[in-house]
Structure formats: C-alpha cells, structure tokens
C-alpha cells in the first residue's frame, strides 16, 4: 500500500521506460526532471504569524500592492511582444535571406550547390538550437504549454521558469524556425510570456542583489500563478496577434482557476500587446525591417466581401469535421508514440539528442528541396494577381526548376516558410492554382514530418504544423467535393485547419477566435464553430488533448477538474494509508529535524496532547518550508514551555516568502549543535492553523472538488468518530491521481466506472 | 446578535423603503418576492440512500444522460434561436408599419392625425405589455439579466423560470420594443434564454402529467444550473446573432461557476442559434417576411476594408474612455435613485404600475414626434449612396416635415427603431450628414429616457438604449475632435458605444466580442479593447456594475467571489451565534415536526449522543425537504432502534429529486396522528453524512472561498476544542453577506479595510 508520501520525487527510471501507459504510478517518460516536482499551494495559510503580518500592512502597502499588479501586467505585455516581434523579425529576415539566396541559386541553375547552401544553412541553425538546449535549458524543449498548463494546475516542475530557459527558449526558436523545421513558433512564444511574467513575479534576483520591497507582495504561489496565467495569454496573443484569442486560450486551455478579475487583466495584457505590436507593423510598413512585412506576423486575411453559403454547405463541412477529429486523435496518437521512442534516444546522453536533431534536420532539407521535383510545372494564369513566376521569397507561384512563364504549385507550399504557405493554401481564388497531388503530397509530408520534429531538443511549437496540415487537408477535400459546393479551397483551408486544430488540441472558443482573428473574417463563424464542435467530438473519442498526452509523458500529476466515476465509489480513507507523520505543538528540535531528514513530505499535521489540552486536539499543519527556516533561524526554547508571541520580532515576512524553485534552504545545509537539538521549538505562531480538513468517509469525488477547486497541496482527513489521534491521514495531488489509485484498488480497472472511451485496437503493442 | 438563520423570507418593509443603501439585513427595495428566496445547493449530498441509488445505476443510465444533456442544449439553442427571430420579426413588423402609416399621413400633411395614430399605438402596445406583466407574471417585468445571474450565484428568485413568465417575457416584450419605448431586447431575450433552458431541465410537467424518465437526471440543481447557463448564453447569441459574444457574456457577466465541459456545452448551444438563425435570414431574403429583412437582426455591417489609425488616434480614445466611465457609473446612479421612486409607486398597486408606464408611453411618443421640429431641414447631398429623402421606415435620409430634397437629421435617428438609429449612427461616409445639434439633442434625450423607461412594469432591456446614447456620445466627440483625428465619425460611434457599455455594464471580453460580431470589423479590436478597459476602470471607481446594483435593489443576496479585506478580521465563529437547531440519529417525529414548523432553516446538523456511541458524534447535516418526504412517506419506527436499511424499499429516487421551487411539499400539507407523533425516525441513510465542515477559528474570508468555489448552501462550523457537542453552528450564504456582517460588528463600517471606492458627495441624500 501508499502511504501518504506526497510530492515524492518523480524521477524517470530507465527500466519503466517501455511499461505501457497502465503504470501504477507517475513516472516520467520525456524529460530528465532529476529534481522533484512541486506543488504549489494556493490556500490562505492561516498561521498567527501571518495574520499578525496582515493586520500591520498599512493602506499604503495594499495600494502599492495594486499599483504593481497592474503595473506587472503592463510590463509583461510590453516585454512579450517585444520578443513577438522581434522573433518575427528575425525569423522572417533569416529564412528569408536563406530562400533568396537559394532561389537566386537556381535561377543561375546551379541546384546543386542550391541544395548545400540549403541544407547546410539549415543543419547550422537547427545544430545551434539544439546545442543550446540540450547543454544550457533542456527545460526550454518542446512546446512550454504542457510545463505551463501544468505549472497553473499547481505543479512546479523544475527550472521551466528560469532565465537561462527563457533566453534559450526565445534564441532558440528563432533558430529552429528558421532552419525550415516543421515547428511552428505559437508553444515557444506561450512559455516564453510565461517565462517573462513568472520572473517578474519572483521579486528580482536575489542573486544579482536586484530585489526591490515592492515585489515582495507577488512571493507566493497564488499571486505568481494570476500573472503567468495573463502572461500566457499575452504569449498566444503575440504569437497570432490575436488579443482576444490569447485571453480565451489562457482561460480555456490554460488556467485551473479562473476569476472574473483576472479575465480583467488578462484583458489588460493582451490589449498592450496588440497596441504594441500596431505600433511595430506602423513602423514597418516604411520597409525598414527588411524582408519582414511581406508575410511576417501571421494575419491570413481571406476577407472576401460577400462569401455566401447556405445549409446545404453544412453537410461536407460536417464530414470535413469528421475526418478531421480521426485525423487528429491518430496525429496524437503518433505523435504520442513517437514521442516515446525519442525519449529511448533522447536518454542516452546530450550527443544523441542533438544527432537526433541534426538528422532530422537534413532529411527535412531533403524533402523541402526533393519533393518539389515530383510536381509537373504549370502554365502561369493569364490573369494571375501577381507576378508568376514568382522570384524571391513569399507569393504564391514559385519558379523553382520550371521554366520561364511556369510555375511549380508544390514549391510553393514546400519551399517556403511556413506562414507564407498557410497564407496561399488560405488565398481566396486559387481554386485552380494547385493540382490535387500536389496537395495531396504536401498533406502526406506535413503530417508525418511535423510529428517527427516535434520531440527534437528545440523550441518547437505544434500550432503552426497543424494549421498547415489541416490547411492543405481541407484544401484536398475541397478539391474533392469540387462544384457540388459554394465554397472556395481557400475557404476550406481555414476550415480544415480548425477541424485539425479541434481534433488534435480539443478547444472551442478560444481556437475558434484565433482563426477568426488571423484571418479576418466573422463571417465564417457558424461554419468554424460547426467544423470545431464536430472534430472536437469525434477526437474526444479516442484519446485525449495532445497537451495532457505531452504532459503524462512528462509525469507531470496534473489534477483534472472532473472526477471519475470510480471515484464516487472510494471514500478518502480507501487512499490514505501508511504511517502519519505527526509533530506535537512544542516539539523537540531533535524530533524535526530527524523527520524533516528522513521524510520528503512538505506538510505535517501538528496536535496538541495531555498535558497542554484535555484531549489530542488537531492544531493544524506545519509546512516544510517555514519548518527549514525556524531551523535556521534557531528560535528555539529551552524547555518545552511556551514563551509567548516575541517570535513576530524575530522573523519578518519575508523570511516566510515563497522562493523560485530550488532556490529554498534545505534540510541538508543547516548545521545545528548537540545543544541545540535537546532544545524545544513551539510550532504554534507558524502552523497554519485552520487548514481544509474532511472527515473520512467522504467519498474521493467529493473531497476532490474541494481539493481542485480551493487549490490545495495538503488536504487533513479527520476521523468519523473520535480516536486516539485527532487526525487520520494527509491527502495530497498525487491521491488523487488514477495511476496511484488504480494502483492501489486495481480491481477497479475492470469497473463499469470507468471512462467511456474506444481504445486503440491491440496492435498498439507494436510501437 | 443574529442566529444562524437561513434562507430568511426576504420580503419588503415598505418602512424600510426610504432607509439608505447602508441598510443591516438584506432588504428588497423593488419587486413584490412574497415568497421567501430559496438557495441553492451545487454540493453532492452523500447520504446512504443516494450512494446505494447511484450504485444501482447502469451504464445505459450513464449514456442516457450524456445523450440527453447534448440534446436538450441542442433543443434550447433551435427554440431560443426561434424566439429571437419571431420576436425580431414582430417586432420589425409592428413598429414598421406603424412608421409607415404615420409617414405617409405626414408627407400628405396630416401632421396631427398622424402624431395621434402614433402616439395611440405606441400607448395601446405599452398598455398591452404592462396589463399582462402587472396581472400575469410580475416576474417577467424588468431585463432578467439580475434574476439569472443570481440564480447562476445559488439564489433561487420565486417564479423566475415559470411557464407563464416566460410567455409574458416574450409577448411582452415584443410589444414594448415595437410600442417605440426607449428599451432593448437583448436582456429579455437572455431570461429567456436561461427560462426555456429551466423548463426543459424541469423534466416536464406534473402538472399536466408531461414527465418523461430520461429527464429526471437533471432534477438537481447542479444539471439545472448548467443548463441555464446555456440558455443564457443562447439568448445573448440570438439578441445580437453573436455566438462567441454570448458564450463569453454567459461566462463572464451571469456564470458563478464554471467549468471547461461548461464552455464547450454553451458554445455548442450558441452554434446552433448560430446555424438556425442563418437559414431564416436566407429564407428572409427572398422578401416572405414582411419588412423584415432591411433592418432586422441588428447586424451593423461597418465594414470599411482599410481603416487605418495610428498611435496618434490613441489619446482622443483614452479620452472617449475616461468619459465614457464617467458617463456610465452616473447612468448606474441615477438609474438605481430612478428604480426606487419607482418603488414607490409600483408599491401601491397594479394600477399605479399601468399608470407609470402609460405616462412614459406618452411622454415618448411626445418627444419622438416633437423634438425632430427642432432640427432644422438639411438638404440632400449629391452623392447620396441611397434614395434621399427615405420615404418609408428605415434609410439614413427621414423625410420627416422637410420639403422635397431635403431631410431631417434628427428624425433619422429619433422617428425611427433603436436598431436602425443605430445602424444610422455606426454608418461610416457619413460625417457629414448631421448637425452636431441634433446629435446633442439625441444624445441628451436617449440619456435620460432609456433610465426613466428601464423602471417600468414591463420586459425590458438595458443594452441597447446603453449602445445608442453611447453611439450618440462618441460621434458627439467625434464631432468635437474633427479632423484631427483620422477616425471617421462612425468609428466614434462604435468607440462611444463600447465606451458606454464599458462604463455602465463592466464587462470587458465579451462585450468585445459582441460589438466586433455585430460591426463585423476585426480591425477595430485594439481600440475597442483600449476603450472598454479604460471605461470600466473609471465606472469601478465610483459604482458597481448596474447589474449587481439591481440585483441589491432587489434583495437578492449574491455572493462575491472576492472576499471583502475585513473579512481577513474575522473567524467564522464571529457570524454564527444563536442557539442551534440539531437532530438526534433517530429522533422522535414529534420533535422533528416542531423543529420543521417553528423554524424556517433548510438544513439541521444530525449528531449521535451516548449511549448509541461513545461520545457525541457528528454524523451529517440533513436538509428539510429530505425530512418531509420522510415525514410524507411515513417511514417511522416503532421504538429507537435502528432497523437496518429497508429503507432503500420504501423510497425511489424521484422521491428526493428537487422539485420546481414553490412545488415541494411543505410541514404544514402533512398531517399525523397522535400514535405517529410518539414514533421515531431513522435520520442516518438520508443524512449528507459528508458535509464540508470549516473549524471555527478559520477566518470568513478563508470559509467564503470554500463556500464559493464548491457552492455550497450549508456549511457546518466544528469547534476547535472537543465540547460537549461535535457542531458549533451552520453558516449560510446570508452569513457571507457584507450587510449582515456589518450589521454584527458595526465597528467595521470604519475600518480601513473597506473596499476603496469614491462616494459620490452627500448630495445623493436629495433622493
């Protein structure tokens, strides 16, 4: 049985490495988190100390207060779309250099040495990439928005939040999008808001002596956890230059809590970004940001003044729904397995992830320049909008090897960046522009080529892949239906890529605005709520949002807001079990400081006992933290008398405060003498004396709302009737999860509670 | 002190009328709730009977029930959808005949005729829609928007979701919307909303033997709420076709809780009244629906392919902002001084009701046809993209009593329906075709006359009176800033609408995204997101959202999500004081009845004293209408000794299932006889015995959160100390209330952690 262990160190063990996903406990499949995950704490700690520090803070300090978190908020929009901009510009600059070099290249028809500058232009920037990643933040791989959701949820996983991760993750994305990889650069610019606003939120660096009194009110998890949450709502909205978008992908995909204020400001945020980042394309406007402004700063504008389309147009958007939701749930499904193969690589040391990387990156040079060889060339329109063929970088009719006055259509989608060939599959009156296996092969290779990019050691995003797999899909499908409907292929683009965006990430409204704002047309709304809903529900059938697959893999103990059936069938007492480690109100220093060593638990419950009370009376719970400090501070009494409150004169609040992750003291560093450790500490002025308690037959569902909605780390179960011990056990975040609780009741697994869902035929054996 | 007193009648003391805001218990000012307010209760009630009636349930059960919430919000989104468009079709057609009929008595010079037919209709319509809301369905009289929104906070208002409200809501308001009075529809159409959403989720009717099994699911409050979250959201998409805007307005103005499932249910609702509302206005083109078609369905197309501003354009919108919030919480206050004149008379009787709103029919239909004499004729300008002057009812150009080829501009706006005044204004190229003075004179009479109108027996709605005086407004600064701006007067009208809405309704996301959807112009989004957020910042300085102060006018105790800062002062053992109402496991009837009839709380702690166990024991709480079901159905026992758990025979969950409010059953209905009085009761298999319980040195402001994020309706205070008895007292939602926590500890009045707000000067005593 479990015991009551919580925030066990959750590291990733080479030998469960190939378990299948029915592992009776959280283990890490990706990721090297050597260091523990932690749980934030999102209660109001009730301790006498702290209610003293509250009842002193003046009207001055509750003004300041507000004062910084609006000022914080405006200061994080500023910031992230500073970076926005500047990786847009940047990417946009670099890999446009890069296509001019080489399109001029072949207009000399050298493709020989075409194909080298390409690749090798392309090997160097994603080598450089991922050699900063795997050697300075392996935390700034991946997309960040799994770290992040997780990190609202209440989860800590290390150094996600550093300032090495977030200068790796902004260098490193602008590298690794410009090497032509199939990423895509929204997941990067999440984490990166994030990154900014928790770092903000820190309070300086004590490090580099920059800390200032003001920022010492945001040093806790609850105030830290609203800001990041604004800040990623300002990363999405930098990301598509969709401000309402971002605030609705934080609420939705994002956040576990969620209050009308905090709508407010990140409101607040993402409107800075969008003035700001105007500003920014004012300014290039007058051509002086180089090759930025053609396509930079995705804003896909299909507007057609009067598209029109009536009820008999929402039969094949529905079967493109359809389709659409397999697709995605199978996208997540490969991807997932993929993702775990890497993972065996990935192990093996730094030289293997970034060789892994690097062989990507030069068989998806080899496709970019190879592909476009299979297309035929074709006769430019006569009445095309644009130059044809196209020479230089973005439009829509790229010359490639074809001859004057011909165009090559897969070149166009292939040898391009990705947002210049969402904008043509999007285009409005290309019907004809593209030949059906030229969409066809481009489907094929997004597909695969941006499931195999994605667990590469770099910044690498998922929403931009997905918009152009599902872009060229929609369009193929278009192609098929032909005249039998009103729409345009470029109409069916966009609502292809919403039926793989929804099939693959699961989300309604807030995907349902992005699209609208990136492609600037409101009249598509009931078709792309229809194409969302119907794909969102087909996917949900098979599996679950690509993020929570990511973030299971991570072994990241997120806590779903809805419980599971079975879980109506245990009561609380059915989990915890175990030895209980207690501490009494006074307590011999000796006594904590062998449990603090020995246990890893962050919280412990503190009684009363005969003598001191008539009976075992619960007082309430000590944290690890404040404990560590008491040590090290050295409050200690002679005898096991208390002395009275002058403990409000030893300590300040800020000894109190919640530091980054790893930054706290341990245990290990505090030397105490023999003396000493005879010596008595009264815990009282510092335990939380009032936590959540629920008795023990309430049922596992029912505690965990109370537990998801409050936002707790430690949740005390008392007993039904009164025993010897006023407490029974300690519940944490991992209780609650269905690994530890399937693992322990495993006969539930063959229960009619649990959820519907069509598993994946056996051959799933096979990866 | 008070007792722990819950769910108290909350009828109106006339002599309380007159008392100031800062009135001790929550008192209502407006509306005749002779019925006490019932909460309502999200918990899930874990007592025996239900665990072993969830137990029992099949899977077939658990599909049933996903399939049918999916249908009923599909069911609530086509009739919702169909209520909006028959109501915008009546009322399209009543009121435009009514202006054609008067327009063409005037251009035959029959001037007095025709202001005698319009004012005669105009008053017969009044009349209509107030006979039927003053003798009907009082409920139905107002926006709604107050009573759901408090309904979604746990507050049960009597007769808010009937059958009968509903019809008069609909009937009513389609008749006070065409009867030219200065209201919107937009609120009622959410009641409505949210109404056909209750009824649905009410399992049919008893009444008329209408119940069907697969509906008796959703008897419980925690389905019910869900559903009429939907609906809300469902009428808001059918009031201004916007579906992501009623998504979002449901979520942030009227949902208390929320959740993801939640969002996407509510989006698939408004999907639907999306699609449905598209295939009438496809079938309405053809020219079938009458005048329908040229005006109808708000849909302020403004358009205009390339708007551009710069930062320059930035400070004349931060003003507009900062006026725009100034202008609002003015409209708020003296709306709310408005609302309790009006008290007064509506007190006196149905037939002062009538009277009031009769006077304002007329002092309407004075203004409406006397004020366009003061605006001077203004000939046509050459280039007119239409017909000028318009003859008919709706166009820019009114001909009003101006010669042939001239027109009236303020006619055009005031002799017209709010939605094409509307139109009017938010037209673009129009800069120059009215006269600062009529805007003036418009501006001024919508101020003043969409508040005298709010307060009377009637459905009425506050948006769209609060986007045509904002829309008057902003081209009023338009106007004023002129060409040193390059925004055209349009643009203003949009900004001054958001900025107005910002100010009296403060609410920012969704209000966004209704004014983008129903200006279909994305470009817009950062000024309006700019102007919304200042607006709302200043209205907050002075006033609360004028929702929530109706809702206190109301006597409708809404609970913050935010606990107030005195609230960190106090422990919870502060508000519960009073003797204490327990039951015993097995209790005598005759105690029970007593308790039952001489108290009115809902809910009673159950305890198991010596000698059933070995000291005093908590067992649960148990709720009253659970107890007279048990008193209905008899179940006594002879003596008090448990029996075993025959119960589960005697009983079907329906038995339990929430009734309508006003349906239950009620102490006073069940007689018994002298023998039945001397038995006993088994209270423990229908006893929650899982009740979430706080100690009682928690602080309130700790408790709130628990009480709100998990929504309970009763929460048990245990003592810190083991006493004689295991419970100190029950908290309820009125215990939260910062009236009755500053009735208790007046002291606080003074305090300096009072919410930081500008009172307006002590001249607000005049009223």
Same mark, same amino acid.
């Given at each position: 049985?479990?015991?009551?262990?919580?925030?066990?160190?959750?590291?990733?063990?080479?030998?469960?490495?190939?378990?299948?996903?029915?592992?009776?406990?959280?283990?890490?499949?990706?990721?090297?988190?050597?260091?523990?995950? &932690?749980?934030?704490?999102? &209660?109001?700690?009730?301790? !006498?100390?702290?209610?003293?520090?509250?009842?002193?803070?003046?009207?001055?300090?509750?003004?300041?207060?507000?004062?910084?978190?609006?000022?914080?908020?405006?200061?994080?929009?500023?910031?992230?779309?500073?970076?926005?901009?500047?990786?847009?510009?940047?990417?946009? *600059?670099?890999?446009?250099?890069?296509?001019?070099?080489?399109?001029?290249?072949?207009?000399?028809?050298?493709?020989?040495?075409?194909?080298?500058?390409?690749?090798?232009? *392309?090997?160097?920037?994603?080598?450089?990439?991922?050699?900063?990643?795997?050697?300075?933040?392996?935390?700034?791989?991946?997309?960040?928005?799994?770290?992040?959701?997780?990190?609202?949820?209440?989860?800590?996983?290390?150094?996600?939040?550093?300032?090495?991760?977030?200068?790796?993750?902004?260098?490193?994305?602008?590298?690794?999008?410009?090497?032509?990889?199939?990423?895509?650069?929204?997941?990067?610019?999440?984490?990166?808001?994030?990154?900014?606003?928790? #770092?903000?939120?820190?309070?300086?660096?004590?490090?580099?002596?920059?800390?200032? /009194?003001?920022?010492?009110?945001?040093?806790?998890?609850?105030?830290?956890?609203?800001?990041?949450?604004?800040?990623?709502?300002?990363?999405?909205?930098?990301?598509? /230059?969709?401000?309402?978008?971002?605030?609705?992908?934080?609420? &939705?995909?994002?956040?576990?809590?969620?209050?009308?204020?905090?709508?407010?400001?990140?409101?607040?945020?993402?409107?800075?970004?969008? @003035?700001?980042?105007?500003?920014?394309?004012?300014?290039?406007?007058?051509?002086?940001?180089?090759?930025?402004?053609?396509?930079?700063?995705?804003?896909?504008?299909?507007?057609?003044?009067?598209?029109?389309?009536?009820?008999?147009?929402?039969?094949?958007?529905?079967?493109?729904?359809?389709?659409?939701?397999?697709?995605?749930?199978?996208?997540?499904?490969?991807?997932?397995?993929?993702?775990?193969?890497?993972?065996?690589?990935?192990?093996?040391?730094?030289?293997?992830?970034?060789?892994?990387?690097?062989?990507?990156?030069?068989?998806?040079?080899?496709?970019?320049?190879?592909?476009?060889?299979?297309?035929?060339?074709?006769?430019?329109?006569?009445?095309?909008?644009?130059?044809?063929?196209?020479?230089?970088?973005?439009? *829509?009719?790229?010359?490639?090897?074809?001859?004057?006055?011909?165009?090559?259509?897969?070149?166009?989608?292939?040898? *391009?960046?990705?947002?210049?060939?969402?904008?043509?599959?999007?285009?409005?009156?290309?019907?004809?522009?593209?030949?059906?296996?030229?969409?066809? @092969?481009?489907?094929?290779?997004?597909?695969?080529?941006? %499931?195999?990019?994605?667990?590469?050691?770099?910044?690498?995003?998922?929403?931009?892949?997905?918009? #152009?797999?599902?872009?060229?899909?929609?369009?193929?499908?278009?192609?098929?239906?032909?005249?039998?409907?009103?729409?345009?292929?470029?109409?069916?683009?966009?609502?292809?890529?919403?039926?793989?965006?929804?099939?693959?990430?699961?989300?309604?409204?807030?995907?349902?605005?992005? @699209?609208?704002?990136?492609?600037?047309? #409101?009249?598509?709304?009931?078709?792309?709520?229809?194409?969302?809903?119907?794909?969102?529900?087909?996917?949900?059938?098979?599996?679950?949002?690509?993020? !929570?697959? %990511?973030?299971?893999?991570?072994?990241?103990?997120?806590?779903?807001?809805?419980?599971?059936?079975?879980?109506?069938?245990?009561?609380?007492?059915?989990?915890?079990?175990?030895?209980?480690?207690?501490?009494?109100?006074?307590?011999?220093?000796?006594?904590?400081?062998?449990?603090?060593?020995?246990?890893?638990?962050?919280?412990?419950?503190?009684?009363?006992?005969?003598?001191?009370?008539?009976?075992?009376?619960?007082?309430?719970?000590?944290?690890?933290?404040?404990?560590?400090?008491?040590?090290?501070?050295?409050?200690?009494?002679?005898?096991?008398?208390?002395?009275?409150?002058?403990?409000?004169?030893?300590?300040?609040?800020?000894?109190?405060?919640?530091?980054?992750?790893?930054?706290?003291?341990?245990?290990?560093? %505090? !030397?105490?003498?023999?003396?000493?450790?005879?010596?008595?500490?009264?815990?009282?002025?510092?335990?939380?004396?009032?936590?959540?308690?629920?008795?023990?037959?309430?049922?596992?569902?029912?505690?965990? @709302?109370?537990?998801?909605?409050?936002?707790?780390?430690?949740?005390?179960?008392?007993?039904?009737?009164?025993?010897?011990?006023?407490?029974?056990?300690?519940?944490?975040?991992?209780?609650?999860?269905?690994?530890?609780?399937?693992?322990?009741?495993?006969?539930?697994?063959?229960?009619?509670?649990?959820?519907?869902?069509?598993?994946?035929?056996?051959?799933?054996?096979?990866?």
């Amino acid at each position: 049985m479990f015991n009551n262990a919580d925030e066990e160190s959750v590291t990733h063990p080479l030998l469960l490495l190939r378990s299948t996903s029915n592992t009776t406990s959280q283990v890490a499949i990706v990721g090297s988190n050597l260091c523990p995950i &932690e749980s934030l704490d999102y &209660e109001i700690i009730e301790n !006498d100390f702290f209610k003293q520090d509250w009842r002193t803070r003046s009207k001055t300090q509750i003004c300041q207060y507000l004062f910084m978190k609006w000022t914080l908020c405006f200061l994080v929009g500023i910031v992230v779309s500073l970076v926005g901009f500047t990786n847009n510009l940047a990417v946009e *600059n670099i890999a446009g250099i890069k296509f001019v070099v080489t399109s001029n290249m072949m207009l000399a028809n050298k493709y020989l040495v075409a194909f080298v500058v390409f690749t090798a232009a *392309n090997f160097g920037l994603t080598l450089f990439a991922s050699l900063i990643t795997a050697y300075i933040s392996p935390e700034a791989a991946g997309s960040g928005i799994p770290e992040v959701k997780a990190y609202l949820n209440g989860v800590d996983a290390p150094g996600i939040f550093s300032l090495r991760t977030l200068v790796v993750k902004i260098v490193g994305s602008i590298s690794a999008v410009s090497s032509s990889l199939h990423i895509g650069k929204a997941g990067p610019m999440v984490h990166t808001g994030a990154c900014v606003a928790a #770092l903000m939120g820190q309070g300086g660096s004590k490090k580099y002596r920059l800390t200032w /009194r003001w920022l010492q009110y945001f040093k806790n998890d609850r105030d830290r956890r609203d800001l990041v949450t604004c800040g990623s709502a300002a990363g999405m909205a930098a990301a598509f /230059r969709s401000p309402v978008g971002g605030v609705l992908f934080a609420l &939705e995909e994002m956040a576990s809590w969620w209050r009308g204020a905090l709508l407010w400001r990140a409101f607040f945020t993402t409107a800075v970004v969008a @003035i700001v980042l105007r500003a920014f394309i004012d300014f290039c406007f007058t051509g002086k940001c180089g090759l930025f402004g053609t396509g930079g700063l995705i804003m896909f504008d299909v507007t057609s003044a009067n598209i029109s389309y009536h009820l008999e147009d929402v039969p094949p958007v529905f079967l493109l729904g359809i389709i659409g939701g397999i697709l995605g749930s199978l996208y997540n499904f490969i991807l997932d397995k993929v993702i775990r193969i890497y993972a065996i690589i990935n192990e093996k040391g730094a030289a293997y992830k970034i060789l892994l990387a690097c062989s990507i990156s030069i068989f998806t040079s080899g496709l970019l320049f190879g592909l476009p060889w299979l297309a035929s060339c074709q006769a430019c329109p006569a009445d095309a909008s644009e130059a044809c063929p196209t020479i230089g970088r973005s439009g *829509n009719y790229k010359k490639f090897q074809c001859p004057p006055g011909h165009y090559n259509d897969l070149a166009s989608l292939i040898f *391009n960046t990705n947002d210049d060939a969402i904008k043509n599959l999007f285009s409005k009156n290309t019907d004809s522009e593209f030949h059906w296996s030229s969409i066809l @092969i481009f489907f094929v290779t997004c597909f695969f080529l941006s %499931i195999f990019s994605y667990g590469i050691v770099a910044p690498t995003g998922l929403f931009v892949p997905v918009i #152009l797999t599902g872009a060229s899909y929609g369009r193929l499908v278009g192609m098929l239906i032909g005249s039998r409907s009103n729409l345009n292929h470029g109409l069916f683009a966009v609502l292809g890529s919403a039926s793989l965006l929804g099939g693959s990430m699961r989300m309604t409204v807030s995907l349902c605005v992005v @699209i609208l704002e990136f492609t600037n047309n #409101l009249l598509l709304l009931p078709l792309i709520m229809l194409v969302l809903l119907v794909s969102k529900t087909v996917g949900d059938v098979f599996n679950g949002n690509i993020y !929570d697959l %990511i973030m299971k893999l991570k072994g990241l103990p997120y806590l779903e807001a809805h419980a599971e059936p079975y879980m109506r069938q245990l009561t609380v007492s059915d989990v915890v079990t175990g030895p209980l480690q207690l501490f009494h109100g006074i307590e011999k220093v000796s006594n904590v400081v062998h449990v603090l060593r020995t246990t890893r638990h962050n919280g412990f419950p503190v009684i009363d006992e005969p003598p001191v009370t008539e009976c075992p009376v619960l007082f309430g719970l000590v944290l690890r933290a404040h404990l560590v400090t008491l040590l090290k501070k050295k409050a200690f009494l002679p005898t096991a008398v208390p002395t009275g409150i002058d403990a409000f004169n030893q300590f300040t609040a800020g000894d109190f405060a919640k530091r980054g992750l790893g930054n706290g003291d341990k245990i290990e560093d %505090i !030397d105490l003498t023999e003396e000493e450790m005879e010596m008595f500490v009264d815990l009282h002025p510092f335990t939380n004396a009032s936590p959540y308690t629920v008795v023990e037959t309430m049922s596992l569902a029912k505690a965990l @709302i109370l537990f998801r909605e409050v936002g707790l780390r430690h949740m005390l179960v008392i007993p039904k009737i009164s025993s010897r011990l006023p407490v029974v056990g300690i519940l944490t975040r991992h209780d609650f999860m269905p690994e530890h609780i399937l693992g322990v009741h495993p006969s539930l697994l063959k229960s009619r509670w649990k959820k519907l869902r069509i598993r994946f035929p056996p051959w799933e054996k096979i990866f």
